[in-house]
């Protein structure tokens, strides 16, 4: 079993930075897939972007390529998510999870953590 914690989460101006972390528990981490979604108010839960287990594969959804970085560091059971550029319309709750094989899709993940509030200012 598998324990994700969020965290990096706030509130910054439309524009600004934010970089999130999901602290894994266990020493089974490596072997998953991780994959960051969110969920705003009235929404339904969405994908934001998954890393496979070595960190050499990224993938990202259109509404944020180009202004977010997934990264994961192995030794350190952390998984990141650095986002730049921001926009109101990613003010949400963000969550990650673990997948055995790597997914965009909800049902794919096994393991999820409570969530971290991004809110964006305009």
């Known amino acids: 079993q598998v324990q994700l914690v969020e965290s990096g989460g706030g509130l910054v101006q439309a524009g600004g930075s934010l970089r999130l972390s999901c602290a894994a528990s266990g020493r089974t981490f490596r072997n998953y897939a991780m994959g960051w979604f969110r969920q705003a108010p009235g929404k339904e839960r969405e994908f934001v972007a998954s890393?496979?287990?070595?960190?050499?594969?990224?993938y990202y959804a259109d509404s944020v390529k180009g202004r977010v970085t997934i990264s994961r560091d192995n030794a350190k059971n952390t998984l990141y998510l650095q986002m730049n550029s921001q926009k109101p319309e990613d003010t949400a709750v963000y969550y990650c999870a673990t997948s055995p094989g790597g997914s965009i899709t909800i049902l794919d993940y096994n393991y999820w953590g409570q969530g971290t509030q991004v809110t964006i200012s305009s």
């Open positions: 890393i496979n287990w070595s960190g050499g594969s990224t």
